[in-house]
């Protein structure tokens, strides 16, 4: 089975800070995705890569970036985070080619900034 | 631009009363429906995948329809372990490139 790893499952940060979560899957995917998931809201994508070195902005990419240095793995950066950045973030990949069998997704990180 | 609405919010049963979910969608040219599990704290768990309209997959008291403009989970005799929050989405066909988009999700809780 593949696995999507999301480095932390809980993580308190300060106002301002510079966070950083790592997702690591071990199928060979090209594609992945970060959303984030707040209640009433339901799963909203920040940015998504279908190639190392390349991403694309999602439907709410303000306040965060992507790194993609490598094929499993797919960074998500929030550059001064701040409260309204407290959430689940939700970490997935997908291959490109063969059957479509949606996301994988990692287990989440609950991230709440304080 | 997609839109994928679940209904109801929330659901009640009984253990062995059976019931519905509902996913309507609008979206240009579906190329994929989507239902996930997800259980509280953890990632969605991926069900089932559905192409066309009139197709249906099963897996042990689930069962999954799609229309053209909708899509239904259908549970029979649920158990307790079935409650989770069950979430739609659909991924559009050309031009969408790999994304999905995703509705707010049923919360299914089953009492004995």
């Known amino acids: 089975d593949v696995k999507v790893t999301q480095s932390s499952r809980y993580l308190v940060k300060r106002t301002g800070e510079k966070v950083f979560l790592e997702c690591v899957q071990d199928?060979?995917?090209?594609?992945m995705f970060w959303y984030r998931q707040d209640p009433g809201l339901g799963l909203r994508l920040i940015y998504f890569?279908?190639?190392?070195?390349?991403?694309e902005k999602g439907d709410i990419p303000e306040g965060y970036s992507v790194s993609r240095e490598k094929k499993e793995r797919f960074s998500l950066i929030l550059e001064s985070a701040s409260t309204n950045q407290t959430s689940m973030y939700l970490c997935?990949?997908?291959?490109?080619?063969?059957?479509?069998?949606?996301?994988?997704f990692g287990s989440g990180t609950r991230l709440t900034v304080v | 631009e997609d839109q994928v609405t679940q209904s109801p919010e929330a659901l009640r049963l009984q253990e062995g009363e059976s019931s519905s979910l509902n996913c309507s969608y609008t979206?240009?040219?579906?190329?994929?429906l989507f239902w996930y599990r997800q259980d509280p704290g953890k990632g969605p768990e991926f069900l089932f995948t559905?192409?066309?309209a009139g197709e249906e997959k099963e897996k042990e008291r689930l069962k999954a329809t799609l229309t053209k403009k909708e899509s239904f989970l259908h549970i029979t005799a649920p158990k307790p372990e079935d409650s989770a929050t069950y979430l739609c989405?659909?991924?559009?066909?050309?031009?969408?490139?790999?994304?999905?988009?995703f509705g707010t999700g049923t919360q299914l809780k089953v009492e004995l």
């Open positions: 890569s279908y190639d190392v070195k390349m991403k």
């Open positions: 979206v240009s040219g579906l190329r994929g």
């Open positions: 559905l192409y066309s």
């Open positions: 199928m060979d995917h090209e594609n």
């Open positions: 989405a659909v991924q559009e066909g050309a031009g969408g490139g790999n994304k999905l988009t």
């Open positions: 997935a990949s997908r291959t490109t080619g063969g059957t479509w069998y949606g996301y994988t």
